[in-house]
């Protein structure tokens, strides 16, 4: 499905671009994923001496080839921002007025219903699969994806979306889906709010996030109350996707003045600011990787070549599946990985996990993804039926009141 926006004069641009970069970025998910269950990944080497670039991990995380190996987190920032300037589009179209109701029936059938496919399809591999502890593997391997016995309880826990660390080990990416359902439910508002006062609903959500981060302070979400300040700390990703999407036409036109080799100096300058180490080193790494993600998108929606290099039929069809990739490639591979231990060298298995991913997205694409679409635009097109047929009668009966 290729991203449809309007811009603020009226007219309408398609960008294959824009769906190609979250397809990227969820495949820079699947590998890294694949990269962190190597027992070495986790192991600290200071890149500044010498004795550490003989070993292979140094040169994977601390080298261009980071973006490969260690992309995953800045990858989910790149998400939320580009689901703020994709929500924002039917809102910008000239003449339409979607409900709030309808908006949030089809994104619930956009996030949950598959998310529900995925979480029976992993419970499903786990029956399978009977796991065990592998010490050939990293600990994060080991400690936080089908740690569980698999029982009803398990499985409805991770289907309610809790938001709570122990609830999300049957597919451990749902900790952003729980994210971007929550903000979703609320977008509208937000849209309305930064539409309105743009300067002071950016300015608000930074200092916002600023606050749930340091309640946070790094930790995971023990309560409910802290795992809704948790979602708090991205809503300034979502603000940010709003003002580049409102304002495409005047990015355009400021990039047009801009000379050409400060426009490509800015390619690498974004990113540098996505592969900027994460939590590790300092608290505000989202700050860090969202800055360097609306420089991103800003880049593709102002540059015609970005635009036309990044619409390849590749890539694009990434974006397309980007969804189901995302939901399908972490039990594919703990399935993969128990299934071949001891029969194929790990390395053999990650790449065969992630074909199998790749074929499961374009599976659950089709079989999944699209009826669910399908099935939020139904209902929100007959509740938008509904409420037209009860104005209608609203306006019979005022109109028969007159004398």
Same mark, same amino acid.
Request: with cysteine; glycine share 6%; hydrophobic share 50%.
């Given at each position: 499905?290729?991203?449809?926006?309007?811009?603020?004069?009226?007219?309408?641009?398609?960008?294959?671009?824009?769906?190609?970069?979250?397809?990227?970025?969820?495949?820079?998910?699947?590998?890294?994923?694949?990269?962190?269950?190597?027992?070495?990944?986790?192991?600290?080497?200071?890149?500044?001496?010498?004795?550490?670039?003989?070993?292979?991990?140094?040169?994977?995380?601390?080298?261009?080839?980071?973006?490969?190996?260690?992309?995953?987190?800045?990858?989910?920032?790149?998400?939320?921002?580009?689901?703020?300037?994709?929500?924002?589009?039917?809102?910008?179209?000239?003449?339409?007025?979607?409900?709030?109701?309808?908006?949030?029936?089809?994104?619930?059938?956009?996030?949950?219903?598959?998310?529900?496919?995925?979480?029976?399809?992993?419970?499903?591999?786990?029956?399978?699969?009977?796991?065990?502890?592998?010490?050939?593997?990293?600990?994060?391997?080991?400690?936080?994806?089908?740690?569980?016995?698999?029982?009803?309880?398990?499985?409805?826990?991770?289907?309610?979306?809790?938001?709570?660390?122990?609830?999300?080990?049957?597919?451990?990416?749902?900790?952003?889906?729980?994210?971007?359902?929550?903000?979703?439910?609320?977008?509208?508002?937000?849209?309305?709010?930064?539409?309105?006062?743009?300067?002071?609903?950016?300015?608000?959500?930074?200092?916002?996030?600023?606050?749930?981060?340091?309640?946070?302070?790094?930790?995971? &979400?023990?309560?409910? !109350? +802290? =795992?809704?300040?948790? $979602?708090?700390?991205?809503?300034?990703? /979502? *603000?940010? @996707? #709003?003002?580049?999407?409102?304002?495409?036409?005047?990015?355009?036109?400021?990039?047009?003045?801009?000379?050409?080799?400060?426009?490509?100096?800015?390619?690498?300058? &974004?990113?540098?600011? !996505? +592969? =900027?180490?994460?939590? $590790?080193?300092?608290?505000?790494?989202? /700050? *860090?990787? @969202? #800055?360097?993600?609306?420089?991103?998108?800003?880049?593709?929606?102002?540059?015609?070549?970005?635009?036309?290099?990044?619409?390849?039929?590749?890539?694009?069809?990434?974006?397309?599946?980007?969804?189901?990739?995302?939901?399908?490639?972490?039990?594919?591979?703990?399935?993969?990985?128990?299934?071949?231990?001891?029969?194929?060298?790990?390395?053999?298995?990650?790449?065969?996990?992630?074909?199998?991913?790749?074929?499961?997205?374009?599976?659950?694409?089709?079989?999944?993804?699209?009826?669910?679409?399908?099935?939020?635009?139904?209902?929100?097109?007959?509740?938008?039926?509904?409420?037209?047929?009860?104005?209608?009668?609203?306006?019979?009966?005022?109109?028969?009141?007159?004398?």
């Amino acid at each position: 499905m290729t991203i449809e926006a309007t811009d603020n004069t009226g007219s309408s641009h398609r960008w294959g671009s824009l769906d190609s970069l979250r397809g990227i970025a969820a495949f820079l998910v699947v590998t890294f994923h694949c990269a962190q269950a190597a027992p070495d990944f986790a192991i600290s080497a200071n890149p500044l001496t010498l004795a550490a670039w003989g070993n292979i991990w140094t040169w994977l995380k601390y080298t261009p080839l980071r973006v490969f190996f260690s992309s995953g987190p800045p990858m989910v920032v790149l998400f939320f921002v580009l689901s703020g300037f994709v929500l924002s589009l039917p809102f910008l179209r000239e003449g339409r007025r979607a409900g709030y109701t309808g908006f949030a029936l089809k994104r619930i059938c956009r996030i949950y219903l598959p998310f529900v496919a995925a979480i029976l399809f992993s419970a499903f591999l786990y029956a399978i699969v009977q796991p065990k502890p592998m010490p050939s593997l990293s600990h994060w391997f080991n400690t936080v994806l089908w740690d569980q016995p698999l029982t009803v309880s398990y499985i409805g826990r991770n289907l309610a979306m809790t938001g709570l660390n122990p609830d999300m080990t049957l597919d451990l990416v749902m900790w952003s889906l729980v994210h971007e359902l929550r903000i979703s439910m609320v977008f509208p508002l937000l849209f309305l709010l930064t539409q309105r006062w743009p300067r002071l609903s950016l300015t608000s959500s930074i200092l916002s996030s600023v606050v749930c981060t340091e309640i946070i302070a790094g930790r995971e &979400a023990a309560t409910m !109350l +802290m =795992s809704f300040v948790d $979602t708090g700390r991205f809503l300034v990703l /979502f *603000t940010a @996707g #709003i003002l580049v999407a409102s304002r495409v036409t005047e990015l355009r036109l400021a990039a047009a003045r801009v000379p050409g080799l400060i426009k490509v100096a800015f390619w690498p300058m &974004a990113g540098i600011l !996505l +592969m =900027s180490p994460g939590p $590790t080193v300092y608290r505000y790494y989202d /700050f *860090t990787w @969202g #800055i360097g993600a609306v420089l991103l998108i800003v880049l593709t929606v102002t540059s015609a070549r970005a635009d036309r290099y990044l619409s390849g039929p590749v890539s694009v069809w990434l974006g397309r599946v980007s969804y189901s990739l995302y939901l399908v490639h972490l039990p594919i591979l703990i399935a993969a990985v128990h299934l071949a231990d001891g029969m194929l060298p790990l390395w053999v298995t990650m790449l065969g996990s992630i074909l199998a991913s790749l074929i499961g997205a374009e599976l659950m694409y089709r079989s999944i993804e699209i009826p669910s679409m399908h099935l939020g635009r139904t209902l929100a097109a007959w509740l938008d039926r509904r409420r037209a047929a009860r104005v209608q009668t609203a306006w019979v009966g005022l109109e028969g009141t007159r004398p």
